[in-house]
């Protein structure tokens, strides 16, 4: 086998090993918050009158059906590249999927017991919650979000393929109003102290402020 072939596999299965952890370890991040006490939800949003068990079967479900429709637009997108440009875009891609799972990972494990769940529309706060301004919380607001940016922008560039572009074009539009919605509850919860924050630290991507 040619160099550049041996390469696209072994770097296939390691971007299939990359994603796999990572959403095992979203689903358990998700499930594990259960466990933790909240206060009442701020905002309304249909998802949070659900039960527990409601919310995590319908979670799994849209998974389900997310994945199929995902199978289905695994499409090429109409660009054309050389074997050597393409070679480069998937070394570009496979350093921003590491990027990507790496700044989710750091995130998750700087908010530890503070991660919890929100909607576009409500969100929900820890009691005794602490507002998080170490870790990439100092260079972003929202770096788990980024993390999955950076993820499906690699997937993009190493396949070209529909699939990546849409869920990134979707995600971006949904978790940056989830985002906002976030920052409205944590502004109520922390007010001066949240004010100080957002005046250091930019919302998704690092830049000097």
């Keep these: 086998m040619r160099f550049q072939d041996v390469f696209v596999v072994v770097t296939d299965w390691l971007l299939l090993l990359a994603v796999a952890t990572l959403?095992?370890?979203?689903?358990?991040?998700?499930?594990?918050?259960?466990r933790t006490p909240k206060v009442a939800t701020v905002g309304s949003s249909l998802w949070f009158s659900l039960p527990p068990w409601a919310q995590i079967a319908g979670g799994f479900a849209v998974s389900v059906v997310g994945a199929y429709v995902c199978y289905l637009l695994w499409i090429p997108l109409p660009i054309q590249v050389s074997?050597?440009?393409?070679?480069?875009?998937?070394?570009?891609?496979?350093?921003?999927?590491?990027?990507?799972v790496g700044l989710w990972f750091w995130a998750r494990r700087t908010l530890g017991s503070m991660m919890g769940l929100s909607t576009a529309s409500a969100a929900q706060l820890h009691i005794d919650h602490r507002l998080i301004q170490d870790g990439p919380y100092a260079i972003v607001r929202h770096p788990m979000?980024?993390?999955?940016?950076?993820?499906?922008?690699?997937?993009?560039?190493?396949?070209?393929?529909?699939?990546?572009?849409?869920?990134?074009?979707?995600?971006?539009?949904?978790?940056?109003?989830?985002?906002?919605r976030e920052e409205q509850v944590l502004h109520d919860q922390f007010g001066a102290a949240?004010?100080?924050?957002t005046e250091r630290v930019p919302m998704f991507f690092p830049h000097r402020k």
Aim: proline share 1%.
């Design 23 to 34: 959403l095992i370890a979203v689903y358990a991040s998700w499930l594990l918050s259960y």
């Design 145 to 180: 979000y980024l993390g999955y940016w950076l993820l499906l922008a690699g997937l993009v560039l190493m396949y070209r393929t529909w699939t990546p572009l849409v869920i990134l074009i979707l995600m971006y539009a949904s978790l940056s109003r989830r985002a906002r």
């Design 194 to 197: 949240w004010q100080s924050y």
């Design 83 to 100: 074997s050597g440009v393409s070679l480069f875009l998937r070394v570009v891609g496979l350093l921003l999927v590491g990027g990507g």
